[in-house]
């Protein structure tokens, strides 16, 4: 497989400041979900600095076997063969060594430390204290499991509370960062790679290598039995420790199946409606693939939960309900139902990407349109009337509101119509302004009407040449 480092230029960044600037001791905790690509970055910054440094990577192991291991990464890195049997004896080493000169330890998976060796974690307070914050050290603690990560720098009953100097959690990729494992392809297709494998760079690369279109990494990675992704939510649980297994699952089933508010989720799950908050919580928290959004304004009591992550959003909507037919080898079938709904379903995760656009031209301009809003999403309201965009200043007294289409079609003159009648349901007074995204294009009468009200219109191409100079800015 293509092995290459994409982006993260503003994490690798941070760390190196970190570093160049240090006076004193730096304990850095970076943490975020299982495969984002946490290890690269660590690894990237070893290689950048000048300076003694360590990498460890903490297996679930004796604690025998994980103090013998460490002596085999000195040995193995640095060219040293110290012998040690305790943790106290590690720590002395480390402590004799940044003596000498800046030292970096990183410590990859740090949360297992709470199962195989949790005085590790105490001793490493203890040293910190007496020691280490005095000298020119950067410990970075490393972690997959967002709950631990959590707990061991911010809970006060952790040993490391309001010893953690820095705090860098790592995100999935955004769209315009993906575009970039992407180059050889349209735009079109990287718009449907970012739908189904999210900003995740294991999926984005595995992706990549799984087959010749999109279509067949689809298949390959997640409809065939034993692809490397046919069971791949699973695996994020079990890093959080989750059991209950099944209402999590159920649960976001039901939200890929557009049942994002809590009585809707109750019906289809059978999981009462007053439990429900605690479960979503939980995913937003520990698994950062759910949230819960409110209509820009609109009113916050119609808000919605959704699937955040477009790998999980596709999987629980298109694999999950399948898995029987699917562990028969009925591949076929799925696929065939799959690839009939991909064009709708991707209309959504569309919406994200200009609503990123935005962001990244919030305080620009757009097509001679200024792009100057404090938030920007969706507004909805009970009697089904829903905006893609709205986007509002209430400083400046202006609001952006906006459709984007995700057809086959040009988009025609109806939908700008809509949208305008729509505009007067929404709460606020100030001046309209409109913009609209077709990945077709617009029909000439369309065209005609959009410019009469100065409303600024955006195709494909459009979108690609925004994001082009918007990457090229380093925006």
């Known amino acids: 497989m293509e092995k290459r480092f994409y982006d993260r230029q503003l994490e690798l960044k941070q760390l190196v400041e970190k570093f160049e600037s240090m006076k004193g001791g730096e304990l850095v905790v970076m943490y975020g979900r299982r495969r984002v690509g946490k290890t ?96 020119k050290i950067m410990i970075l603690i490393v972690g997959s499991s967002i709950g631990m990560m959590e707990k061991i720098g911010k809970s006060y009953a952790s040993p490391l509370y309001g010893r953690v100097t820095s705090r860098i959690k ?43 279109s999109i ?48 009585r809707e989720m109750e019906d289809f799950t059978n999981i009462k409606s007053t439990t429900l908050p605690a479960y979503l919580q939980r995913m937003e928290l520990l698994l950062d693939i759910v949230h819960r959004k409110n209509p820009v304004l609109g009113k916050e009591r119609l808000g919605r939960y959704t699937i955040s992550d477009n790998f999980y959003r596709f999987w629980y909507k298109f694999v999950f309900p399948n898995k029987s037919d699917l562990n028969m080898g009925k591949t076929s079938e799925v696929k065939s139902w799959v690839m009939g709904n991909l064009n709708a379903y991707i209309a959504r995760a569309f919406e994200g990407v200009v609503h990123e656009l935005l962001h990244l031209y919030n305080g620009k301009q757009i097509k001679g349109l200024e792009i100057d809003f404090e938030e920007v999403g969706n507004w909805w309201d009970r009697k089904s009337n829903e905006i893609d965009i709205v986007a509002y200043n209430r400083k400046k007294s202006t609001v952006m509101l906006g459709e984007v289409k995700w057809t086959n079609e040009k988009t025609d003159v109806d939908v700008f119509d809509d949208l305008i009648r729509k505009s007067k349901l929404v709460n606020f007074r100030g001046i309209d302004k409109f913009i609209m995204v077709s990945k077709n294009g617009f029909t000439k009468r369309c065209i005609e009407k959009m410019e009469q009200m100065h409303c600024v219109y955006l195709d494909l191409p459009d979108i690609e040449k925004l994001f082009d100079d918007a990457h090229e800015k380093g925006q």
């Open 40 to 135: 690269e970055i660590i690894k990237r910054f070893l290689e950048t600095i000048e300076a003694k440094k360590l990498y460890y990577y903490v297996d679930l192991v004796e604690r025998s076997v994980l103090i013998s291991g460490v002596q085999n990464e000195i040995e193995k890195q640095i060219g040293e063969a110290p012998r040690f049997d305790t943790w106290d004896d590690f720590f002395a080493y480390i402590i004799k060594e940044s003596e000498k000169g800046k030292f970096v330890l990183a410590v990859d998976e740090f949360q297992r430390f709470l199962q195989v060796s949790p005085d590790f974690i105490t001793k490493l307070q203890r040293y910190w204290d007496e020691s280490l914050k005095y000298r």
């Open 170 to 212: 790592i995100s999935p990729f955004r769209y315009v960062d993906m575009r970039e494992m992407f180059r050889n392809i349209n735009e079109e297709e990287r718009v449907r790679y970012f739908a189904v494998f999210g900003g995740t760079p294991y999926y984005l690369a595995e992706a990549k290598n799984g087959g010749e």
């Open 215 to 262: 279509e067949q990494s689809i298949v390959n990675l997640m409809l065939l039995k034993g692809g490397k992704l046919f069971d791949e939510p699973a695996a994020l649980m079990e890093s959080e420790k989750i059991r209950t297994h099944a209402r999590y699952n159920s649960i976001l089933q039901a939200i890929s199946a557009g049942k994002e508010i809590t």
